[in-house]
T-cell receptor, first 118, second 111 residues
Framework: GAVVSQHPSRVICKSGTSVKIECRSL??????MFWYRQFPKQSLMLMAT?????????EQGVEKDKFLINHASLTLSTLTVTSAHPEDSSFYIC??????????????FGEGSRLTVL | TQLLEQSPQFLSIQEGENLTVYCNSS?????LQWYRQEPGEGPVLLVT?????EVKKLKRLTFQFGDARKDSSLHITAAQPGDTGLYLC???????????FGKGTKLSVIP
């Protein structure tokens, strides 16, 4: 099956610093990757759609200057949480679509990254 | 905006019991996926259904896609503690790359 790797799995940072999270598709090419945020005991909330070689599309209410997304290659997308604050603490998950499988709707998820801002 | 209503939100049952989780919408989906997520990990794809009326089985799990492709169900037979987790349904519309997620069903199977 398709594998998506996310790094780091856990990160603790001080308020005001920036944190970068990487999402890699290991054995397939992903022209589109998605970034989600998940609060405890809740479902996934889509933050933005990351398109290779172009600007990300952000969902309503998500600050694009706060959550910088870069999709520089067909296998890597990054999410940078800038000037992080305690309210940004959350579980961030990426997913990717294997373009070789056509439009079946299937997404493959990374392991998630737990961000804690002190 | 496509919405998926998932129920129940929480379910706690004894080992060996059967259960059904429902996913309903007023919108038509071109495909629907079921995922299972354990705490601290990303969701793992269980199944994709694309044809109205389709039934797929994965060991003790049976997935069904409604005839009109607006709803789906997940039935677990003889639940085991290892089935504990958050079950998410997600659907995509025709020509769309985005998935709409249900709110999830948190299942606890008590030994």
């Amino acid at each position: 099956g398709a594998v998506v790797s996310q790094h780091p799995s856990r990160v603790i940072c001080k308020s005001g610093t920036s944190v970068k999270i990487e999402c890699r598709s290991l054995d397939f090419q992903a022209t589109t990757m998605f970034w989600y945020r998940q609060f405890p005991k809740q479902s996934l909330m889509l933050m933005a759609t990351s398109n290779e070689g172009s600007k990300a599309t952000y969902e309503q209410g998500v600050e694009k200057d706060k959550f910088l997304i870069n999709h520089a290659s067909l296998t890597l997308s990054t999410l940078t949480v800038t000037s992080a604050h305690p309210e940004d603490s959350s579980f961030y998950i990426c997913s990717a679509r294997d373009r070789s499988r056509g439009n079946t709707g299937e997404l493959f998820f990374g392991e998630g990254s737990r961000l804690t801002v002190l | 905006t496509q919405l998926l209503e998932q129920s129940p939100q929480f379910l706690s049952i004894q080992e060996g019991e059967n259960l059904t989780v429902y996913c309903n919408s007023s919108s038509v989906f071109s495909s629907l996926q079921w995922y299972r997520q354990e705490p601290g990990e990303g969701p793992v794809l269980l199944v994709t259904v694309v044809t109205g009326g389709e039934v797929k089985k994965l060991k003790r799990l049976t997935f069904q896609f409604g005839d009109a492709r607006k709803d789906s169900s997940l039935h677990i037979t003889a639940a085991q503690p290892g089935d504990t987790g958050l079950y998410l349904c997600a659907g995509s519309g025709a020509g769309s790359y985005q998935l709409t997620f249900g709110k999830g069903t948190k299942l606890s199977v008590i030994p």
